[in-house]
């Protein structure tokens, strides 16, 4: 079929050009996709109190993401029992109950049902309508990676740590730099009339677009590079579910190289009682510095480290971004900042006007890229792209081999394969995935009576 003949050519890195614009993959996606990923939603600093609640959607499904009394966060599909509507309407907020703008039905902030009105009346009281037993749909599943918290609609999901595999290690670089981890705030959120998949590919691996793309941030020396750190030399690596790219950082102890991109001694300290020796070693040994990275489907993380105002020293920031599809020609996303909460104060103010120089709404890297993916999704939209394969190719040979080989465990500490200098390795992997989850049919899910009756 030619959906077989597009995930083929997937699989050896020629990529039908319209899986980036097409209704029909879109339909896939949502279906096959999206139906059973883990999907990254928001993270456990964003509900820190009892009632706390942020509400975050997985494709066209609402969910309300609520820390309830007992401290336990939960989501529940944001639609009401009685007719369907949106029984939260806010983005977040503190809340004991939702009560719903239609008629009124109201449920507490761990999904239970508590009040109908005229529910004597109208229904025979609990006669007629038992409200015991009655809460909001909870989300098939929900799991947590140090406080990211990860949706997924498929009941029988691996657990998150399985999913993520070997990533997990590279995730803490972002997530665990101290006993109390990161804090989020956003997310900004927006949307751009370019496909979900552009986005992910790009951050886990696309060193080779920084020069062309953002030439002009690297003019106005916002950026160290090209002086010290040579993006060429970096590595992209691959590990379990995800993968992403990183600097070579000149040589130096590991508490230089960290010094070197901006952190200061305080938090050096505490990332070596929270790393372990392999994940020291990648930057210390190694000479390393992890930069962006994509977890499949669409999440990603960066880690950079720009110049801060006329300053010439530089600071680092993460940021953590989803790429979350609205249709097959655009994308909402929700771009957070993301810092140590243990970090100074001052660090975390700095590091919070980095982030917004580069990324989120404002961020130069961001108009730069955005560019290039609304232009590139409106062509693949149309007839001549059906008859396109695109290159994704590099780093290989015509025979299938790899032009540089994986680097050996004594230059490269971590799990998975890494390979040195520019290639679209990961692009690879994640079209493999993706391909994986597309050619797999789901068995229809089971429906959920909402009756009441007793
Ligand atoms: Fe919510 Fe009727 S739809 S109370
Ligand atoms: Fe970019």
């Not at 590091?351 to 961020?363: D, E, H, P, R």
């Not at 409106?378 to 080989?405: H, I, K, Q």
């Not at 390795?425 to 959920?448: C, F, G, M, S």
Request: glycine residues 10%.
């Amino acid at each position: 079929t030619d959906q077989d003949l597009v995930l083929a050519d997937v699989r050896r890195g020629m990529i039908p050009a319209h899986i980036y614009n097409d209704e029909e993959i879109f339909r896939l996606e949502r279906e096959r996709l999206f139906s059973r990923a883990w999907v990254f939603v928001g993270h456990e600093s964003e509900v820190p109190q009892a009632g706390d609640y942020v509400v975050r959607r997985v494709l066209e499904d609402s969910f309300i993401i609520s820390r309830g009394e007992d401290g336990q966060v939960r989501a529940m599909f944001n639609m009401c029992l009685h007719r369907g509507m949106q029984v939260c309407r806010a983005e977040m907020g503190n809340a004991s109950h939702f009560r719903c703008p239609y008629h009124g039905w109201s449920y507490r902030n761990d999904g239970r049902i508590v009040g109908l009105p005229f529910h004597k009346d109208a229904y025979g009281g609990e006669a007629g309508f038992r409200r015991k037993g009655q809460t909001l749909l909870p989300a098939p599943a929900l799991d947590t990676y140090r406080g990211l918290i990860f949706l997924s609609l498929a009941p029988d999901a691996p657990p998150l740590r399985e999913y993520l595999g070997d990533f997990a290690f590279f995730l803490d670089y972002y997530a665990n730099q101290s006993p109390s981890g990161i804090e989020l705030s956003g997310p900004q959120r927006w949307r751009v009339k370019a496909n979900w998949k552009i986005g992910a590919e790009n951050f886990a691996g696309d060193m080779y677009h920084t020069p062309q793309t953002h030439t002009s941030v690297v003019e106005i020396g916002l950026f160290r590079e090209p002086k010290a750190e040579k993006r060429k030399d970096g590595c992209t690596y691959w590990a379990g579910n995800g993968g992403g790219t990183t600097y070579k950082l000149p040589p130096g102890t590991l508490e230089e190289k960290l010094r070197y991109v901006g952190y200061p001694d305080v938090m050096i300290e505490k990332m070596k009682t929270r790393w372990s020796p392999e994940q020291l070693d990648v930057i210390g040994r190694d000479g390393f510095m992890i930069s962006a990275a994509s977890v499949f489907p669409n999440l990603s993380l960066v880690h950079n480290w720009p110049r801060v105002e006329d300053s010439d020293d530089v600071l680092p920031f993460i940021s953590i971004r989803t790429w979350q599809p609205v249709g097959p020609d655009e994308t909402e996303v929700l771009s957070w900042f993301a810092v140590d909460a243990e970090a100074p104060e001052s660090f975390k103010a700095l590091s919070y006007k980095a982030y917004l120089m580069c990324f989120g709404s404002t961020g130069m890297f961001e108009q730069d890229d955005v560019e290039n993916w609304v232009s590139l999704t409106s062509t693949a939209g149309g007839a001549m792209a059906r008859r396109l394969l695109l290159n994704s190719r590099m780093g290989l040979l015509a025979d299938g081999t790899e032009v540089v080989a994986p680097l050996p465990p004594e230059q490269f500490a971590g799990p998975g394969e890494a390979h040195v200098g520019y290639g679209e390795y990961n692009q690879r992997h994640l079209l493999t995935r993706w391909a994986d989850y597309l050619e797999r049919p789901i068995e229809k899910a089971a429906q959920v009576e909402v009756s009441g009756v007793p």
